[in-house]
Every structure is written in structure tokens, then in C-alpha cells.
């Protein structure tokens, strides 16, 4: 028996059943694409093609073609892998952290925002990948092999290398945690071509199913399953960005060299990855009808987790500035003023306005229930929260221990290039998964259905 | 060519019912070979009688074997087979191969576990499972019950499954 509070909102609107989560999930997969998929999946397809071009004159130059200098030698790759890291946390939060809070309402974008982890992984691997110039050369490089300098092995003792067993990690476990939450729902969309007659159709999604029956006892292991890759996701997710915190934290560059940056960036990584999936979340609810599965509900309790993140993050900030005055460090304190007043004023300004002011519209609850106000307000918070990691590198960079190097960054076609080509990649493989894949976890959203949704009969009055 | 397995087929509409119905019927005596569902229904491992998987234990165990292998690896390699004196820190301290020890333990973990439940539920890509009726991947709970494996006759059987408050029941051979 399903006990469910009275109070709690429901959760599928619309008065739907059992056959009709089938049916309108696996509905999509079965169609012809739309117009409008064709077009989206167009505009990606021109921006992964430019963005090739980018990366194929970078790889053929040398990183020489990127805007870095001596003196800022990081830039733009590392705040796009940031970036993009960040945004995959959000997928991990919703099916690990809210599975074991017992969270009911991520059932219906968990399998979407799952899949938005995984290809933003893929985005931010390929920057540290580029950079290393030799693409074909970084697992020698990177992995612990025995090599030709007589097995000198790869430094365990820096973040950087943390940073190649955590990312590597969290993109596999990740994908096996999502796969594994595919299987049914491929086995529904594998009976319903059976019944179809379409046999291809079948054969392809059987065997992506890995021939699943749906027995009593595969259910028992595969919920035993779910709920410890959720229980080693959890501190996974958390590890991860905060390992990322420490390829700045662990140096000794002023305005990096902070203890507060693993929950601060953890904190960002979440906020700026629920902006992401209310992003695209609110397009695919339209564009796929599942207005009745992502309700107003579900994205009011997602730009809640967005004030208290973004909130999180303020005060990190303010922290930081406050911490720089209070330790007294003259190269620190520099550092902070020179970020709030220096020549990359814009840029510290434009995330403080994005990141601390904006999402702070969303206590008023006419504004967090508008899909509008929503839609523009995460896209704000993704400029946001790239600027941040922008400030944070550059602002750090640019202001050397030596004056006699002071210099900016300026980027180039080809820094701009890889950062569209990262989009490409993004939008191409969401397109492709919201076609070939069901978007909401069917599985899953049955289960809650006679516990939450309106049914149609128990309407009395 | 083996003699073919007759099975009676339960259709069940509702989770709940369904849960009852299986309690009545095994206490009535009857075997049931395997109930399939759309979704995980709770209570209904207990209520077959099937015992708690050792699942985790196997997470656990390939979690432990990561641990350890990335450990001995690290220090095996930075701190015996070509020590660095790096920051003129200890040649093999413990806390900066932690980070690299947790994600190993993560990977092997996570990766045996999802291994060994697919072979032991045996699931691979080729193999099209027995399928009872196929509307168990969309709406409808599926029963089986092996007449072969049931002294009871088939007629009381498929009394006692309407009985519970199955929908519809069918016969099956494979």
C-alpha cells in the first residue's frame, strides 16, 4: 500500500493511467521525428560542424591558436570544462541524492536530467583533452601505464590527475547508473513493436534491453541495484566537483588558494545544473507534450533548489571577500579587489547580478510558477555561473606575482570555436537521446501513478 | 525436444489486488512459477517468499578490491618503483592517494555490481525473454503459474485465480 500525504501536490496531472505513461512516452520514440526536432537537431548539427572545424585547426596548429599567453595560461578551456562539470551535477542530485531522500517528484525529469549529465561529461572532457594538445596521446599521458620513461608513472600527488580517475569515474558510473534505468523502458517500447508488428524495431530495443522480463525477482535485484549505485553516486557527485576545487585550491595563486572552494563549488555545480535542466526541460515538456508529466509543480520545487543553491553561492562569495580582508595578505587582498574593480570589473559584476541578484526573483512564487520568468532566469544563471569560473581564472591569472607580466587575455575565434563545438555536441546527443529514447523514466512514474495522480473517478463533487 | 511446460497465465490490473492475490493463492497451496510486472511493486518479493539478494555484498566486496588494488598501485608505484621527491613530501603519504583510492573504489564497485546482477538475472542482449503475456511491460501484472510443478488440477487452480481477482487467465505453452 502507497500512503501519501494529503498535503503534497500530485505529481502526473491529467488524470492519466498506467497504459497511458506507455503511451505517451514511447509515442515519441515510435513517431516520425517532428518538424521542429528536425530544425533543432539542424541548428546543432551546423554548430558540432563548426565547431570541428575549430578543433581540427587547433589540433593541427597547436594550442597556439587559442587566445592564452604567458602569463594566462588558463582560460577559457578550463572555465568551459568547469562549466560543463557543474551542469552534470544536477543529473547525479536528482536520481541519487533525491532517490535516497525519497523524493518522488524527480521521477519525471530524473531520466533527462540524467542524460544532460552525461553528454555535459563529454563536453567538459574534451577540454582538458584538447589541451593537451596530442588528443590521441592523453590516456598514455594521463593513465598510469608503463611507458618508455623507464615506468616513470603519473604523479598521484596532483589534483590534476585526481581530476582524470574522478571525471573518467563519474561519466562511467553515471552512465551505467542511466542505462540501468533505460532497461525496462526499453523492454516497453520493445512489446509495444511486437504488438506493432514492427520486428526491427523490436530486435534493436530487445537487445538494448538486455532481453528484460519484468519478473519479480529481477525487480527485487535491480531495485537493490539502483538504490547502491544511488548510495555510491551520492558521495561520487560530491567528490567530484570538489576534486575540480582543488586543481585551484591545492596552488598558491591569490584568490585560488582558499579552503572554502569544494563546498562552494560543489554549491555552484548544483545551481548552475538545475538552471541547465530547467532549461531544457522547459523546451522538451513543450515540444513533446508532457505538460501533464513535468508540471508547474516539478519546476517550482527545482527553482526552489535553485534559490537555496544560489543563496549558498552569494555567501560564498561574500566569504571570500571577507576572509581576503580579515587574513590580511596583501597578494590576496589585491586579488579580490582587482576582480571587483580591476580591468575585469564586467565580468565579476555580470556574475554577481546573475548568480546573487536574479535567482533571488524566485521567492516570490508568481515568478517561480511562471515557465517565462523560468526559462530566461536559468539561462541567466548558466551566464552566471560561466562567468564565475571565467573570474575566477582569469581575474586570478592576468594580475601575476610579477607586474612585468600583467597582461590580459583576449580570446580567439578558435577558444570561442571549441566552446560551440562542446554546444554541438550537447545539443546534438540531447536530440538524439529525446528522439531514440524515452525522455521520462516510464518504470518509474508507474509505480507512483495510483498513489499521485488525479484520477478522474475519485473527483466527487 | 523437451515436453512442453503448461502454464496457467493470471492477469492482474492492480498492484494492490495483486499483492493480496498472491498471498491467498500460496496459501492455498499453489506454486507460482513468477509474477512480471510493469514496475517494481512493494511487498512483493516478501510476499512470493523469495529471499533478500546478495547484491550488496558483491558491491561491497568489488568496492573493497578497489580500494585496495588502487592503493597498493599508488603506493607500490610512487612510493617503491620510482620514488619522486615531490614538494619534499613523503615518498608514499597516504592522504593524497585518497582521492584517486575513493574513485577506484566507486568505479569497481559500481561496475561489479551492475556486472554480476546481469549475470546473475541473466540478461544479455541477444537472449528474447519467455514472455507470459505481453502486456507486462505496459499496464497489466502477469502471474505464472506451472501446471507441471502443481498437484492441484488446473481447473481448481484457475478457480483460485479468479477467486484473488484476476482479470483475465489464460493457458500457455512453451
Redesign the interface.
Known sequence: ??VTSAIRETLVTGGK???DV?HDISRQVEGKPTRLWWMAFGVSLVLLTYGAYCCWMMLWNGIGMWGLNKTVGWAWDITNFVWWVGIGHAGTLISAILLLFRQRWRMSINRAAEAMTIFAVICALSFPAFHMGRLWLGFYWAL?LPNAF????V???S?L??DV??IS?YF??SL??WY?GL??DF??I???A??MGNKTRALIY???S????????????????AL??AG??T??VL?VHT?VS?DFATSVVPGWHTTIFPPYFVAGAIFSGFAMVLTLLLVTRKVFKLEDYITIYHVELMNIIIIITGSIVGIAYITEFFIAWYGQVPAEQYAFINRATGPYWWAYWSMMTCNVISPQLFWFKKIRTNLVATFILSIIVNIGMWFERFVIIVTSLHRDYVPSSWTMFHPTMYDIGQYIFTFGIFFTAFFLFAKFFPVIN???V??II?ATSEKKSTHTH | MAAKENFLVGIFD???ILLHAVEKIRDKGVKIK?????????G??EA?G?KR?R??IA?FMFGMTGTSLALF??IW??GY??P?I??G?NFA?IP??I??T???T??L???G??GT??V??D?????????YD??????KHVMAIDLGANKISKDDIHRILKDSGASEVNEKSF
Open positions: 500500500m502507497q493511467t498506467v497504459a506507455s598510469p623507464g615506468s616513470l608513472w604523479n598521484f600527488n589534483p590527475l585526481w580517475f574522478a569515474t562511467s558510473v551505467v547508473f540501468m532497461i525496462p523492454a516497453v520493445r512489446d509495444r511486437v504488438r530487445n537487445g538494448l538486455f532481453g528484460w522480463d519484468g519478473a519479480a525477482k529481477t525487480w527485487m535485484r535491480y531495485e537493490s541495484v547502491i549505485l555510491l553516486s558521495p561520487l567528490s576534486i582543488m516510464m518504470a518509474e508507474k509505480s495510483k | 492492480d498492484e494492490d513468477e509474477v512480471y510486472s510493469p514496475f517494481p511493486v512493494h512483493l518479493d512470493l523469495y539478494t547484491l550488496p558491491a598501485t599508488q608505484m610512487l618503483d620510482w619522486m615531490i614538494g613530501k603519504s593524497p592517494f582521492p584517486v575513493f574513485e577506484f566507486v568505479l564497485s559500481a561496475f555490481m551492475v546482477f546481469l546473475v538475472s540478461m544479455k542482449p541477444y537472449k528474447w525473454p519467455r514472455q505481453i502486456r507486462s511491460t505496459d499496464d
